[in-house]
C-alpha cells in the first residue's frame, strides 16, 4: 500500500499517547462535508481525550490541501496514492489507533456534543458491550432505518428488495433487516451497526483484525457485527445521542450500479456465512436487482412522462365536461359540440397548453405559485391566437375556450399536490 503519513497532531493538542478515544475517518472526495464533521467533534463536550485519524483514498477534490490548510497537526493525516476501498482505508487507521475505544466514522456526518460521552459511558458501565451505535437523521432530519438493522437473511433480503419491508414497517416478520418492531426511540440490542458510526472497543476490534479486506464498499459494517457478536460480545443501539449522516452525496442509492455493489456485498456475506445456500442467495439478490431496475425506470417515466399523460387525459376530459355543460346552459342541448371536430380542437388545445406548463417548471420537483401563472398567462395567448386562425369547422366557443384556460391552472395545481404525495410524501405544492 502507498500511502503518506502527512502530518501528527502533537502533544500540546488534544492528542496523548495513550488517548482514550481513537476516531477513524476515511476521506474520499467529500472536502467540504470532512470540513463539518470534523469542526462537529472539536465542539464535543467529551471529557476524555481522542485524537482525530483521517485516511484519505486519493481524492482528487483538494480534501488533503484543505485538511492540511485548516487543521495542521490537530489530526493525523494519512494520504492514500490510489482507492483503497472503506475497508483497507480503516484498517489503515486502526493500525496507528492509539485510543482505548476506537470510533469508526463517516466524513459526511455531524456529531451532537454529547454523542462521544454517552457512548463512552455506557461502554464504561457495560462491559459485556462490545460496540454501539446512536439514532442517525439524514440532512433532511429523517431518521435513516439503518441505524439499527438484523443480519440479513434471504428472507430478509426479499422482503427488503421488494419494498414489503417499507409496506410494513413495524413489523417484526417483513421488517427483518431493519429491525421495524424495535422503537427507533428506544436503547435496543441489536446485531448490525452502520459503518456510518461505530463506537468499539480497542481491543475487540484488534482481535477480530479489523474490517474484512473481501468488501471494498458497503456488507463491510454486517461482517464487522458478525464478528464482533461471535467473539462474544453484545451491540447495542442508542437513542439518547445522535447524528447527521448526509449519505449518498457520492453515490444514487436508486442507481442500478448501486445496488449491484450493495447487494454483491451482501451476497459476498452470505457466501462466507451461508455455504449451501449460495443458489438461493444469488436468486434473491438478482431479483431484486432485477424489481429495483423496473422500480427505478418507472419512477423515471412516472416524473417525465406518465404524469403530463395523465394530465392530458384530465384537462381533455375536464374540457368535454366544460363544453356539456354551456351547451346545456347556453343552447339547452347538452350534445351541441359532441362532434369530432370538436374533440380533435379540445386535445389539440391541452397538447399546446400542457408543453407550455412544462416549459414553466410544472414538472419539476421545485416549483412555485408564480410560475404556474406565467404559464396560464402565456398559455391562454397561446390557445387564444391559435383559435383565431383555425377553419370555422374547427372551433366551438370563446367562451368554452376561456373556461378551459381558467380550469387549466386548478387542474394541474391539484394534480402536482397529489403527485407531489405519492412521489414525495408530501401535500405541498413544492416538493421541496
Given at each position: 500500500?502507498?500511502?503518506?503519513?502527512?502530518?501528527?497532531m502533537?502533544?500540546k493538542?488534544?492528542?496523548i499517547?495513550?488517548p482514550?478515544?481513537s476516531?477513524?475517518?476515511?476521506?474520499y472526495?467529500?472536502?467540504y462535508?470532512?470540513?463539518q464533521c470534523i469542526q462537529?467533534?472539536?465542539?464535543?463536550?467529551?471529557t476524555?481525550?481522542?485524537?482525530i485519524?483521517?485516511?484519505?483514498?486519493n481524492s482528487?477534490?483538494d480534501?488533503v490541501s484543505?485538511?492540511?490548510?485548516?487543521?495542521g497537526?490537530?489530526?493525523v493525516?494519512?494520504?492514500n496514492?490510489?482507492n483503497l476501498g472503506f475497508?483497507?482505508?480503516n484498517?489503515?487507521?486502526?493500525?496507528i489507533?492509539?485510543?482505548e475505544?476506537?470510533?469508526?466514522l463517516?466524513p459526511?456526518?455531524?456529531v451532537?456534543e454529547n454523542t462521544?460521552?454517552?457512548?463512552?459511558d455506557?461502554?464504561?458501565?457495560?462491559?459485556?458491550?462490545?460496540?454501539?451505535g446512536v439514532?442517525?437523521y439524514d440532512?433532511?432530519g429523517?431518521?435513516?432505518p439503518e441505524?439499527?438493522r438484523?443480519f440479513?437473511?434471504?428472507?430478509?433480503?426479499?422482503?427488503k428488495?421488494?419494498?414489503?419491508?417499507?409496506?410494513f414497517s413495524r413489523?417484526?416478520?417483513?421488517?427483518q433487516?431493519?429491525l421495524?418492531h424495535?422503537?427507533?426511540?428506544?436503547?435496543?440490542?441489536?446485531?448490525?451497526l452502520s459503518?456510518?458510526?461505530?463506537?468499539?472497543?480497542k481491543n475487540?476490534l484488534?482481535a477480530i483484525a479489523g474490517?474484512?479486506e473481501d468488501?471494498f464498499?458497503?456488507?463491510?459494517?454486517i461482517?464487522?457485527?458478525y464478528?464482533?457478536k461471535?467473539?462474544g460480545?453484545?451491540i447495542?443501539?442508542?437513542s439518547e445521542?445522535?447524528?447527521i449522516?448526509?449519505?449518498g452525496?457520492?453515490t444514487?442509492?436508486?442507481s442500478?450500479?448501486y445496488?449491484k455493489?450493495f447487494y454483491?456485498?451482501?451476497?459476498i456475506?452470505?457466501?462466507?456465512?451461508?455455504?449451501g445456500?449460495?443458489?438461493?442467495?444469488?436468486?434473491?439478490l438478482?431479483l431484486g436487482?432485477?424489481?429495483?431496475?423496473?422500480?427505478?425506470?418507472f419512477?423515471?417515466?412516472t416524473?417525465t412522462?406518465?404524469r403530463?399523460?395523465?394530465?392530458i387525459?384530465?384537462l381533455?376530459l375536464?374540457?368535454?365536461l366544460i363544453k356539456k355543460s354551456?351547451?346545456?346552459f347556453y343552447f339547452?342541448?347538452?350534445?351541441?359540440f359532441?362532434n369530432?371536430?370538436?374533440?380533435?380542437?379540445?386535445?389539440?388545445?391541452v397538447l399546446i397548453l400542457i408543453?407550455?406548463?412544462?416549459?414553466?417548471?410544472?414538472?419539476?420537483?421545485?416549483h412555485?405559485i408564480?410560475?404556474?401563472?406565467y404559464?396560464f398567462?402565456f398559455g391562454?395567448?397561446?390557445?387564444l391566437s391559435?383559435?383565431?386562425l383555425?377553419?370555422t369547422?374547427?372551433?366551438f366557443?370563446r367562451?368554452v375556450l376561456?373556461?378551459i384556460?381558467?380550469?387549466?391552472p386548478?387542474?394541474?395545481f391539484?394534480?402536482r399536490?397529489?403527485?407531489?404525495?405519492?412521489?414525495?410524501?408530501t401535500?405541498?405544492f413544492?416538493?421541496?
Amino acid at each position: 500500500m502507498k500511502c503518506d503519513i502527512i502530518n501528527s497532531m502533537s502533544s500540546k493538542d488534544t492528542h496523548i499517547s495513550m488517548p482514550t478515544l481513537s476516531i477513524v475517518i476515511v476521506n474520499y472526495n467529500v472536502k467540504y462535508f470532512i470540513r463539518q464533521c470534523i469542526q462537529s467533534i472539536f465542539k464535543s463536550n467529551f471529557t476524555g481525550t481522542y485524537e482525530i485519524i483521517v485516511v484519505d483514498n486519493n481524492s482528487t477534490d483538494d480534501s488533503v490541501s484543505m485538511l492540511q490548510r485548516e487543521f495542521g497537526d490537530r489530526i493525523v493525516l494519512l494520504a492514500n496514492k490510489e482507492n483503497l476501498g472503506f475497508s483497507k482505508a480503516n484498517n489503515q487507521g486502526f493500525e496507528i489507533a492509539q485510543g482505548e475505544y476506537v470510533l469508526i466514522l463517516n466524513p459526511d456526518t455531524i456529531v451532537e456534543e454529547n454523542t462521544f460521552q454517552v457512548c463512552h459511558d455506557y461502554l464504561e458501565y457495560n462491559r459485556e458491550v462490545g460496540a454501539m451505535g446512536v439514532k442517525m437523521y439524514d440532512g433532511a432530519g429523517n431518521y435513516l432505518p439503518e441505524s439499527k438493522r438484523g443480519f440479513p437473511k434471504p428472507l430478509s433480503a426479499f422482503f427488503k428488495l421488494s419494498g414489503l419491508s417499507k409496506i410494513f414497517s413495524r413489523s417484526s416478520y417483513f421488517n427483518q433487516y431493519y429491525l421495524g418492531h424495535l422503537s427507533a426511540d428506544s436503547q435496543h440490542e441489536i446485531d448490525v451497526l452502520s459503518g456510518a458510526f461505530v463506537y468499539i472497543r480497542k481491543n475487540i476490534l484488534d482481535a477480530i483484525a479489523g474490517f474484512d479486506e473481501d468488501y471494498f464498499m458497503y456488507g463491510e459494517d454486517i461482517e464487522l457485527s458478525y464478528q464482533i457478536k461471535k467473539a462474544g460480545h453484545k451491540i447495542v443501539y442508542t437513542s439518547e445521542t445522535s447524528i447527521i449522516h448526509f449519505k449518498g452525496e457520492s453515490t444514487k442509492k436508486s442507481s442500478i450500479d448501486y445496488q449491484k455493489n450493495f447487494y454483491g456485498a451482501m451476497a459476498i456475506y452470505a457466501g462466507k456465512r451461508n455455504k449451501g445456500g449460495g443458489q438461493i442467495w444469488n436468486l434473491v439478490l438478482q431479483l431484486g436487482i432485477l424489481l429495483t431496475a423496473t422500480v427505478g425506470v418507472f419512477k423515471r417515466l412516472t416524473r417525465t412522462l406518465l404524469r403530463p399523460l395523465l394530465d392530458i387525459l384530465m384537462l381533455f376530459l375536464m374540457a368535454g365536461l366544460i363544453k356539456k355543460s354551456w351547451a346545456n346552459f347556453y343552447f339547452d342541448d347538452p350534445s351541441y359540440f359532441d362532434n369530432a371536430n370538436s374533440a380533435f380542437t379540445s386535445l389539440t388545445f391541452v397538447l399546446i397548453l400542457i408543453p407550455i406548463y412544462y416549459l414553466f417548471g410544472q414538472y419539476d420537483k421545485r416549483h412555485n405559485i408564480k410560475h404556474l401563472l406565467y404559464s396560464f398567462v402565456f398559455g391562454t395567448l397561446a390557445i387564444l391566437s391559435i383559435y383565431s386562425l383555425l377553419p370555422t369547422h374547427l372551433r366551438f366557443s370563446r367562451i368554452v375556450l376561456i373556461a378551459i384556460a381558467l380550469a387549466t391552472p386548478i387542474i394541474l395545481f391539484l394534480t402536482r399536490k397529489l403527485y407531489n404525495k405519492i412521489l414525495y410524501k408530501t401535500w405541498s405544492f413544492d416538493a421541496l
